[in-house]
């Protein structure tokens, strides 16, 4: 069975529309086809119920003429012709017959004649029998406000087929003869207006239903692409999109395949390009190093070695900014705490002027029992340590790039760290003169420099803070600068607890 189902929804999908616009087409087909259906059998139900109203209301006629020929003996073969003429079901019974009360388990519900209507043949009582349901004071109003036994007849044959409930209508004659009146059509259970209201709700909920799954149908290709695109983020090595679902989804996931061998193949060229440069500018590097060893003078030898020194640094630094290092280190979950406080303590052996304040312990105070005891503060060790999901390599990089230019330009870095559930928050201040506000998105580009203190006498590449910024968005996390009131620059760093992209 399984096989025959899967063989007839393959069959059927080769009758699915390719383009987008068909498959719109045939959401706003199916729709419309689901309304008109909706609406011819609505519109079918209240002019059925309105046919059967006029219908129910010409029998007040023929009951009045069934009463007055009830009341001849000689007539009673008569009735039920007469009766069945209009579809009426007619039975005589004696007043002591005890079947009308039987009829229903509910009691009858008396309806009161006009005093003014009593003639010669008119009925000592009339009862409607329901089987659920009642007649409602107006409806009861209008039956027993007629101007003449016929109209008051109609109308209450035309207020029973308005309940849609099955009905007998009893009437007590003159003679003590009881008439019972039914009819298997008009008087029966029909749907009544709150219950096609009911079913109208279903339908337009169906109908909603039907366009939410066909839209889906119709977004799910473009959902799934912009999907893949977000959990690939910035690697281009995963597995191509599959191209699948209507033409333009298929055009957009192949020409994004293409993107991505075109982004590969460029990145694997400057990377191959990046390792030549490397290896060209390191070779006559180190043999100008050897050189230099040999310079006598020692103040020009030490001056050369600096220049050296700098241009490899400016060199290291170029090739990192431009590599693809960040992404080839694996997350670990590590005790953060503990690598920036390790990170600022190496600086503190070597006399750097670092600082470190880290997390403050969690505390709690106790409180009164019937055992004594009371405000009493305690704490959970000396030490908090902060779980983070990181690249702890590029950190521990981005966190030496802040820390060397807090000493270069601010001449002391005061680090310090604390959490939230689910944020962790780095703050690095310095005692520097701070950077304009014009300049502190511009930082972050790569090659920037602040004319000032921030000058190329000062040595950089201008490439650490870009370093920084690209660690950090690597990390889905955020960084601020801000200039203190007084003195000082802080760079105010958030990462979440866990790294969303892979």
Known sequence: ???????????????????????????????????????????????????????????????????????????????????????????????????????????????????????????????????????????????????????????????????????????????????????????????????????????????????????????????????????????????????????????????YNGLRERISSMLGDRTRMLAAISHDLRTPSTRLRLRAEFIENDELRETVLRDLDEMDGLLNDALDFLGDWIHKEDEQTVDFTSVLEAICDDYADLGRPVSFEGPQPLRFSSVHTVFGGGDEAHSFGDKRSIRLTCRPGTLKRAFTNLIENSLKYGYRAFVSLDATADTVLISVRDEGPGIAEEYQESVFLPFFRVEGSRARSTGGSGLGLSIVKTVIDAHDGTIRLRNLPRRGLEVTISLPRRVSRN
Do not use: C
Not at 10 to 21: C, D, I
Not at 176 to 193: A, N
């Open 1 to 255: 069975m399984t096989d025959h189902n899967g063989a007839f929804f393959e069959y059927m999908r080769r009758f699915k529309p390719r383009t987008l616009g068909g498959r719109i087409f045939m959401i706003m087909m199916v729709g419309g086809l689901i309304i008109a259906g909706i609406s011819s059998i609505a519109s079918s139900y209240i002019i059925e119920r309105s046919e059967r109203i006029s219908r129910a209301y010409t029998l007040g006629f023929t009951i009045r003429e069934l009463i007055l020929i009830a009341e001849n003996p000689d007539l009673h073969g008569n009735v039920i012709d007469i009766a069945a003429r209009d579809g009426l079901t007619v039975r005589m019974l004696p007043q002591d017959d005890i079947g009308t009360i039987l009829l229903f388990s509910r009691p009858a519900q008396h309806i009161a004649m006009p005093a003014r209507l009593a003639d010669t043949g008119w009925p000592t009582s009339v009862k409607v029998h329901f089987r659920r349901g009642r007649l409602g004071a107006e409806q009861r109003d209008l039956i027993e406000t007629a101007e003449n036994p016929s109209l008051f007849f109609a109308g209450l044959s035309r207020e029973i087929a308005r309940q849609g409930l099955e009905a007998r209508v009893e009437i007590m004659l003159p003679s003590g003869m009881r008439m019972l009146l039914s009819h298997p059509v008009l008087w029966s259970d029909y749907s009544s207006p709150s219950m096609v209201f009911v079913m109208f709700m279903v339908g337009v909920i169906a109908v909603l239903a039907v366009f939410a799954a066909l839209a889906d149908l119709l977004a799910g290709p473009f959902k799934n692409l912009a999907e893949i695109i977000m959990r690939q983020g910035d690697e281009v090595d995963g597995p191509p999109v599959e191209e699948r679902g209507p033409t333009e989804a298929r055009s957009m996931a192949a020409a």
